[in-house]
Each structure stands twice: as C-alpha cells, then as structure tokens.
C-alpha cells in the first residue's frame, strides 16, 4: 500500500518531469554579457564574493520548480541565470519552508533575495522591497466538471478550500470565511499547506474540494491532471485587486536597485520577453518592472 507521503513524492516528481514538455522546446535563451555599471551597483560583499543566494519555498510552477534544496527549474530560474550574467555573479538557490521563512530570511540578513515570484502587498512592503516583474490572478483548481460548483469567493462557504500558509489567498479565503458566518452560512474548512504539489495532491485525493491560488502555477498543474482538474471562477477579482509579484530584497537595499535595473536591461533588449513565453507566461508579462507596485497602486 502506498503512502501518502510517497503518492506526495511520486506526484512531485511527475510534475517536475513533466517541466521541459510544459515549456515550448528548442527556445534559446541568450547569455548575458556582464554590464559593468550594473555590476557596480551591487552591495560591496557581493560585488566581492561574486555570489548571492536566492531562497524559494518550495515548487510554484511554471516560476520555480524544486528539484532539490540547492536546485531550481522554471522562468524564474531562467530570469535569475540572467540576471546573475548582466550582474557579472553566480545566483546559488535555496529552500526553505513556508513565506515566512523565507521572508524572514532575507530581512535577517541569511538570504540576498528571493527570486519568486512573490506577491507584492503594501502591509508587506513594510518590512521588504518587492521588485515586481509579473501580475498574477488568483483562481480555484477544482474537479472536472465542477461539482462543487465553485465559481467564485461566494461559493466557498461551507466548502473545504486548500491554500498556500501565510500567502496572501489564504487572508482572502478567512475574511470570506467570516463573511459566511456572519451571514448565518457554513464557514469555510481553511486547509492551509507549505506547497503548491501538497495542495493540489489534497484535492485530486477528494481531501479538498478545491484550490485557491495564484492561475499561472495553477494552469500549470491542472495540464498534468489528464482532465482530472480544471480551472475555476476565471475572470473574477475573487477578493484581490491588481496583483504584482516580483522578487523580494531587503528594505530600502543597494541590491534592490541593482536587480531592478538588471531588470528593465532584461526588459529591454527581449530577454524577459523570451523567457516568459518560453513557459506560457505571456499573459502575466509586465511592460516594465517596478519597485513595490501594489503600494504605489494604493496611494
């Protein structure tokens, strides 16, 4: 009998695997020449040590697929071996568990950054820059055909909703819960995981009734389900306004300035470009990138 944690493995090795046939084959993706005015724009123990450290928190495809603790595939990998070539360093990768780990991580000082990308909110701009390069839309991976009829936030009351801890969807997914209540309804059954495979296992093993989550990772995995899953309440706001993401760097950081700029060079001469439609991302492309977007949105 095989367990669940096994069935976890086997699921998050099949859709590791299933990377490369997801990304359009054969896209070349140009190597970077170093840009000395960029490279001295970095801190000085990283223009010293040539290296920095980009921490993730586990798979969230197509952006970042974990291999291992140290390894990473996907268009975020891709954007930080780039960025590292017009910055003249080595991006070495890391894993951690859970956002707030990985947060706390970079604002202690353990991490340089974190590639992501992660969802820009003011409250969390207090603490972190966000250097955002995507929008995002947040959705429900439900079963084919819908049974549960989930279509949007209104339809989650009573329901048993799965979501990453600590992100963001998981603060929509409890004020809706509270909004149930109050309106005299079932609240929501909140299963909150560390991962994208761990949630999307928990619905296709019927232990969820859906997945609330940000639509480029869920696309994603829906592919690999054989029609098992589909996507749901498509075109709603579903709780959130315009949503940015982006890579994170400590607060008011000389770094953040380097890895914006490194970003717009990307922008600029098509490299960001062919990266995201590498990997089917084209509709969560930004014409620039920017410095904490979603704080500058609410003002």
């Not at 869920?218 to 098992?228: I, S």
Request: net charge neutral.
């Amino acid at each position: 009998m095989i367990t669940k944690r096994l069935f976890r493995l086997a699921v998050l090795a099949g859709a590791l695997c299933s990377a490369t046939s997801f990304a359009v084959e054969n896209v070349t993706i140009a190597q970077q020449k170093m840009d000395p005015a960029l490279h001295a724009l970095l801190p000085a123990e990283i223009q010293k040590s040539g290296v920095m450290t980009s921490v993730n928190n586990g798979s969230f495809p197509p952006y970042e697929l974990v291999s291992s603790t140290n390894s990473l595939d996907g268009a975020s990998a891709d954007l930080a071996k780039a960025m590292g070539e017009l910055l003249g360093v080595t991006v070495h990768h890391a894993s951690v568990s859970g956002l707030p780990g990985l947060l706390s991580g970079i604002q202690s000082g353990r991490y340089q950054l974190g590639i992501g990308p992660i969802g820009d909110f003011p409250e969390r701009e207090a603490k972190s820059d966000f250097i955002d390069f995507v929008q995002e839309f947040v959705v429900f991976a439900v079963h084919a055909g819908n049974p549960q009829k989930i279509n949007g936030l209104d339809d989650t009351c009573g329901k048993r909703i799965a979501v990453m801890a600590g992100g963001s969807a998981e603060q929509v997914i409890r004020k809706q819960s509270a909004a149930c209540t109050e309106q005299g309804k079932a609240a929501v059954t909140i299963q909150s995981y560390t991962d994208q495979p761990t949630s999307i296992l928990a619905v296709r093993s019927n232990r969820s009734d859906a997945f609330f989550s940000s639509q480029a990772p869920l696309t994603y995995f829906v592919a690999q389900t054989n029609g098992q899953l589909e996507l749901a309440g498509t075109g709603q706001r579903n709780g959130f306004g315009d949503l940015y993401q982006g890579t994170v760097v400590p607060k008011d950081s000389q770094l953040g300035k380097a890895v914006l700029a490194a970003y717009q060079a990307l922008f600029d001469n098509g490299t960001y470009a062919v990266i995201m439609k590498k990997w089917g991302l084209e509709g969560n492309m930004l014409k620039a990138p920017g410095r904490n977007l979603a704080g500058a949105q609410a003002k």
